[in-house]
């Protein structure tokens, strides 16, 4: 459902609409529909949206907004990522309310997931 000003679609870049779909299908589950050589689109994931073909990358370094998936279990996100040809760019650290860290996909996009801090961690014995 379209929601009147309310964020609908996001795009980004991608050097290589093949190795994109890739990994994304592999790490995420996600499907494509392609439209034309150089556009795919996902949906259904959180919000809809699609991949362009383009030679930049989006990174919070440029100024790229920077999107964020949760994981209800960071350490096997972070390994299929990496087994999918993804790079951590910034180790798991804590912040308020959880832990995340940063990766890339294989154009370079950079992107984070994040989780719930383990509060069991923190009771007292």
């Given at each position: 459902m379209n929601e009147h000003e309310k964020i609908n679609y996001v795009e980004f870049p991608?050097?290589?609409?093949?190795?994109?779909?890739?990994?994304?299908?592999?790490?995420?589950?996600?499907?494509?529909?392609d439209y034309g050589p150089e556009?795919?689109?996902f949906s259904d994931e959180g919000i809809d949206g699609g991949f362009y073909q383009s030679g930049l990358t989006a990174t919070t370094k440029n100024g790229g907004a920077l999107i964020v998936f949760y994981s209800k279990d960071l350490?096997?996100?972070?390994?299929?990522?990496?087994?999918?040809?993804?790079?951590i760019i910034k180790a798991v650290f804590p912040f308020p309310g959880g832990r995340r860290f940063h990766f890339s996909d294989p154009n370079g996009n950079?992107?984070?997931v994040w989780s719930d801090i383990?509060?069991?961690?923190?009771?007292q014995a």
């Amino acid at each position: 459902m379209n929601e009147h000003e309310k964020i609908n679609y996001v795009e980004f870049p991608s050097k290589d609409l093949q190795a994109t779909k890739a990994f994304f299908a592999s790490v995420f589950g996600w499907s494509f529909v392609d439209y034309g050589p150089e556009y795919t689109a996902f949906s259904d994931e959180g919000i809809d949206g699609g991949f362009y073909q383009s030679g930049l990358t989006a990174t919070t370094k440029n100024g790229g907004a920077l999107i964020v998936f949760y994981s209800k279990d960071l350490e096997s996100t972070q390994a299929k990522i990496q087994e999918a040809g993804g790079s951590i760019i910034k180790a798991v650290f804590p912040f308020p309310g959880g832990r995340r860290f940063h990766f890339s996909d294989p154009n370079g996009n950079e992107y984070a997931v994040w989780s719930d801090i383990d509060v069991s961690q923190y009771e007292q014995a």
